[in-house]
């Protein structure tokens, strides 16, 4: 089946610095979203991508839909301590007559170090 | 809040037990996802109803169904349960009809013993 990569797997950083992650896959897909998820709770839609190219941005986060429709990236600038959590990029091949399931990457733990 | 309400929130049962999880969209949507999150398999899509008929179909068991109802609540049954089935399973809601926004509820936490 449809498989998302997304890297890195975890990220150490200080508190002020700026992140970057990003997803790619061997499949075309029409729309990425990207995700945020504390331990216990479910996922949070942060950001979602409709347009190949498309720059979108929420607050501190930016996240792109690649040219080629085959991946995507989020930046979180001047990263802070509420920002720990797991992201997750999230694509669908939907092309009409209602919504599909999403494909999920694996996840980037983001860690903030003291 | 995503709106999106699953119970319960936890739930113990034995092998080859049967249980029922229930999910209530936000207002206005009317699809209903699952997913199943496990360490190893990650975040999957089991299987989504639109306005009460099933959409689509991923990676669900022949041993797990799911229903919507009337009312746009759906229910996820697990049935002749396994040890390998204890994972967090999600619910998630669309407007649907051109938007892949999909708002995920707070989960269930499903332990097989």
């Known amino acids: 089946g449809q498989q998302l990569n997304q890297s890195p797997q975890s990220m150490f950083i200080q508190e002020g610095e700026d992140v970057s992650m990003n997803c790619t896959s061997s499949?075309?897909?029409?729309?990425w979203l990207w995700y945020k998820q504390d331990p216990g709770e479910g996922p949070v839609l942060l950001i979602a991508?409709?347009?190949?190219?498309e720059l979108t941005s929420n607050g501190r986060l930016t996240a792109q839909f690649g040219i080629t429709r085959k991946d995507s990236f989020l930046n979180i600038s001047a990263s802070i301590p509420s920002d720990v959590g797991i992201y997750f990029c999230?694509?669908?091949?939907?092309?009409?007559?209602?919504?599909?399931?999403?494909?999920f990457g694996k996840g980037t733990h983001l860690i903030i170090q003291p | 809040d995503s709106g999106v309400t699953q119970t319960p929130k936890h739930l113990i049962t034995a092998t080859g037990q049967r249980v029922t999880l229930r999910c209530s969209p936000r207002?206005?949507?009317?699809?209903v996802y699952w997913y199943q999150q496990s360490l190893d398999q990650g975040l999957q899509f089991l299987i989504q109803y639109y306005n009460g008929e099933e959409r689509a179909k991923g990676n669900i068991l022949e041993r797990f169904s799911a229903q919507q109802f009337p009312d746009l609540h759906s229910e996820l049954n697990l049935s002749s349960l396994e040890l390998g089935d204890s994972a967090l399973y999600f619910c998630?809601?669309?407007?649907?009809?051109?938007?892949?926004?999909?708002?995920f509820g707070p989960g269930t936490r499903l332990t097989v013993l």
């Open positions: 999230a694509g669908t091949q939907y092309s009409g007559g209602g919504a599909d399931g999403l494909t």
């Open positions: 499949s075309i897909f029409n729309t």
């Open positions: 998630a809601s669309s407007v649907a009809g051109g938007r892949n926004e999909q708002f």
């Open positions: 991508l409709y347009k190949a190219g």
């Open positions: 207002s206005g949507d009317l699809s």
